[in-house]
């Protein structure tokens, strides 16, 4: 067991001492703070508050008057969650600690009664846990994880999603594997053509055989690629011609998919998967081997359409897109984490020229980032403190 924990901290050592063109990428296992992120779908939150890990940090929501709130979930006295405890006064925006009865308002975080110490206990107006700024626009829930003023909501998402004629499909699954595993999979431009190529979705789709050309673009904050018309068949010396035997098949018609990655850590695909739509998914670090994976598909249309379109992801889009097409990328990106977070992948990994859009969004977070989460608690400063 000793020698175990010897050998991961002296990988961690090694992995962090060595020298790389994004160090400050390297370092965000959980994430980059000072932005919004989407925590949950709004329904989800009604009188039962809601506990989540968040970039490494324990959330609770809380609903109080049709209004959300996110605390952290600790209490200051002696760190019990405060996701066990209770409204012991209906009518007010308080929580109170389960195991001695500190009471907190949930819209600042101060404590304002500490119960079984009396009305006139010094803690009151002293103890504080930490509150987050939420937002609730389309349908879910966005919390600010970061430091000082947040800046508005409107600045970390893209403009056509917060629009009022935006209908949204929307699925949330906690998945297995690091955050910057799955945006480099969500970004990564040719596991498409061998992953996918016989998913339900694909099944009359014929891919092609190898991206040509691949090169990173950047426009705005997106991070993108370009490539040139692809090998459809190719003949690979001593092996053969590959793909064979797709005869059903026929290659896509319409514009080309694009693909854009941007920070925090969410990409936006359009169009996917049918023209018209455009789908966009969030990875939300949970903690440094799992995150919560968010994935919109977007029409913008009202009315009937909007019923209709509604109609179709529920009984069509979801099942073949979000559950088993994106399915498919859920088992590579849990399957790839142990390489990464256990034998010192960041380092052993052999990247091929279709990977140099993956190094541009690596190089474009190291250099554009607001902040990199620390390891959960070591952004807070420990202080223990008797009232
Ligand atoms: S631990 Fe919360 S009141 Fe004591
Ligand atoms: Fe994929």
Redesign the pocket.
Known sequence: MESSVAHTADQERQRRSRTSPWPRYDEAALGFRDYWYPAMASYKLRRRPIALRILGEKLLFIRHQGRCFAIEDR?A????PLSIGRCEFPGTNTIT?R????TYDVGNGVCVAALTDGPDSPVVGKAKIKTYPTEERKGLIWVFIGDGAPPALEEDLPEELLRPDAVLGVRVTLRAGNWRLAAENGLDPSHAAYLHRNSWLTLFRKFPAAKTNVAPQIVDQWVGYTQTAPLMEADYPGLGVWPNGEWWKRPRKGSPTKTQLRLPGYLRVNPFPASGIVHFEWYVPVDERHHRYFQFSVKWTSGFKALQFRLAYWFWWRWLAHVQFNGQDARMVKFMDPFYAEEDGWKREKLYRPDVGLTAWRKHCHEHARAVQKIAGASDEPRAEIF
């Open positions: 209490c006295h002696r760190g019990m600690c195991y001695h009865g500190w």
